[in-house]
T-cell receptor
């Protein structure tokens, strides 16, 4: 079945540091890939997505590239801020029809210290 | 900006009691979902719902669970007889395209 393996947390970085959170996946079809973020006390918010191989999703300075050859979708940001402190979830949807369930990774808690 | 809302934010119940978790999806969305997250574990899919019927359900979604869209706005998850292991955060989501929008969740605590 489908699965997502995500970098174990928690991750603590200093402000302005470079961030990478690793995510690899296993899927039977051609999945769409997502990063969701959960700020304290809030629901899951879509951060970025990519729907086919070599696509790059980007938002708020975060980027992730859909790598079919390595089945990866690593999240990166060049310079993190305190406001980026949150839990980050990598997820996949196994078809591109818009109504398929999401399969999530375990989440990575990120803390940025000033 | 439209958002998915969920009530209550926290529900405490005794084992064996019935609970109903409520969600109001975004108004023009057609597909609805419930997920749950046991503390410290993955977010897990429970069920998807389209056109007034279940589209898909996971092995977690056994006979103790049911979903309903009783009117044009609400989407509910009922657990008939709660168990200790049902304690979790329950998230509702909705979509009309390829992006699911999530509510803030209901934390269910079963004592």
């Amino acid at each position: 079945g489908d699965s997502v393996t995500q970098m174990e947390g928690p991750v603590t970085l200093s402000e302005e540091a470079f961030l990478t959170i690793n995510c690899t996946y296993t899927a039977t079809g051609y999945p769409s890939l997502f990063w969701y973020v959960q700020y304290p006390g809030e629901g899951l918010q879509l951060l970025l997505k990519a729907t086919k191989a070599d696509d790059k999703g980007s938002n708020k300075g975060f980027e992730a590239t859909y790598r079919k050859e390595t089945t990866s979708f690593h999240l990166e940001k060049g310079s993190v801020q305190v406001s980026d402190s949150a839990v980050y979830f990598c997820a996949l949807s196994d078809q591109n029809f818009g109504n398929e369930k999401l399969t999530f990774g375990t989440g990575t808690r990120l803390t940025i210290i000033p | 900006e439209p958002e998915v809302t969920q009530t209550p934010s926290h529900q405490v119940t005794q084992m064996g009691q019935e609970v109903i978790l409520r969600c109001v999806p975004i108004s023009n969305h057609l597909y609805f979902y419930w997920y749950r997250q046991i503390l410290g574990q993955k977010v897990e899919f429970l069920v998807s719902f389209y056109n007034n019927e279940i589209s898909e359900k996971s092995e977690i979604f056994d006979d103790q669970f049911s979903v309903e869209r009783p009117d044009g706005s609400n989407f509910t998850l009922k657990i008939r007889s709660t168990k200790l292991e049902d304690s979790a955060m329950y998230f509702c989501a909705s979509t009309v395209t390829d992006t699911q929008y999530f509510g803030p969740g209901t934390r269910l605590t079963v004592l």
